[in-house]
């Protein structure tokens, strides 16, 4: 069976909502909604394809795009290829052309829309930033917060608390603090024995490499709404990461670090390799900074993490 390609958008409006449609009945997963988008033809590109769809479907023309997650998907009767762009601009007034409904949702509420099961993914991407601040380890309690405060005030929106060398009540103490800074603001994913989960519920959870081999098998350990994501370093790990429904990952290191200077580094090439077998959202760590962001996404990947590179103190 052929895979069909579709190129599809999560189209931004100027508030940061969302642009959705609902499928007509009639269709291959009919009476879903969907991110607008269509049918790649032989021999054309992407990009192409994306703009002709959408001034077809909803009567606006593209003027900035740029690479958000790639989604191979098997349905019983179809395979697909869901090669999804994030569309930052563009003019024209949204308009079921094709008689379709349409939807501006925000973040939040693309929770609360029935998607295909291929569009887990793209919704997971469309709620997540470009990049994932993850805290410095070795700083006293007071310098964290301080640090924690500033990047938010920079717009982080995306935050691990990683402290390996804090004794266990100094961290659970700290992520109270933390967590309380980020609401509303930020999503705060924590790092532990998942026995903390039920006490900081309004946190995500980022496993370690060791958790995810010996959870994995498990399954996802708490429900969709809560974020849970993963440390990769290699294509089985991210397939563990997929078995067991994490959201995003990271993969590192990309590149040669301080931090770990024994860890051999995966290098753009490999690292673009992997990210064609995931359908999962993947932040690149290691090495990486700001400034990489394009290459990330020209990757494949979500965006960039790291430490050194963002942290703002």
């Known amino acids: 069976m052929k895979r069909v390609h579709v190129a599809a958008a999560v189209i931004r409006g100027a508030d940061g909502r969302v642009l959705i449609a609902k499928r007509p009945q009639d269709k291959h997963q009919g009476g879903l909604w969907e991110f607008p988008g269509g049918k790649v033809e032989e021999g054309e590109a992407v990009e192409r394809a994306l703009a002709r769809e959408l001034e077809e479907e909803l009567g606006i023309r593209v003027e900035a795009a740029r690479p958000l997650i790639q989604v191979q998907h098997d349905y019983p009767d179809k395979q697909v290829l869901l090669d999804v762009w994030e569309v930052s601009s563009f003019s024209g007034e949204p308009h079921g052309a094709e008689g379709q409904p349409l939807a501006w949702a925000s973040e939040r509420e693309l929770l609360d829309y029935e998607f295909p099961a291929a569009n887990q993914p793209i919704v997971a991407a469309a709620r997540l930033p470009d990049t994932y601040l993850i805290t410095p380890e070795g700083l006293e309690p007071a310098e964290m917060l301080r640090g924690v405060r500033a990047a938010l005030a920079a717009g982080a929106r995306l935050i691990q608390l990683r402290a390996p060398n804090m004794f266990d009540p100094q961290y659970r103490d700290l992520a109270v603090d933390i967590q309380g800074l980020c609401a509303g603001k930020a999503q705060l994913m924590l790092k532990g024995p998942l026995e903390w989960l039920g006490d900081f519920p309004a946190a995500g959870w980022h496993l370690t490499a060791t958790q995810l081999r010996k959870y994995a098998p498990q399954g996802r350990p708490f429900p969709g709404q809560r974020?849970?994501?993963?440390?990769?370093?290699?294509?089985?790990?991210?397939?563990?990461?997929?078995?067991?429904?994490?959201?995003?990952?990271?993969?590192?290191?990309?590149?040669?670090?301080?931090?770990?200077?024994?860890?051999?580094?995966?290098?753009?090439?490999?690292a673009a390799e992997l990210l064609r077998t995931s359908n999962i959202p993947?932040?690149?760590?290691?090495?990486?900074?700001?400034?990489?962001?394009?290459?990330?996404w020209q990757a494949g990947a979500q965006g960039v993490a790291g430490i050194r590179a963002f942290w703002p103190v």
Do not use: I
């Not at 974020?227 to 290191?253: I, K, N, Q, Y």
């Not at 770990?260 to 490999?270: D, I, K, N, Y």
């Not at 290691?286 to 990330?296: E, H, I, T």
């Open 282 to 296: 993947v932040y690149l760590l290691g090495g990486v900074g700001p400034q990489d962001r394009q290459r990330a």
């Open 227 to 270: 974020w849970l994501a993963a440390s990769c370093h290699d294509a089985e790990e991210l397939a563990l990461a997929a078995r067991m429904g994490v959201d995003f990952v990271t993969l590192s290191p990309v590149q040669a670090t301080e931090t770990h200077p024994q860890a051999t580094p995966l290098g753009w090439e490999r």
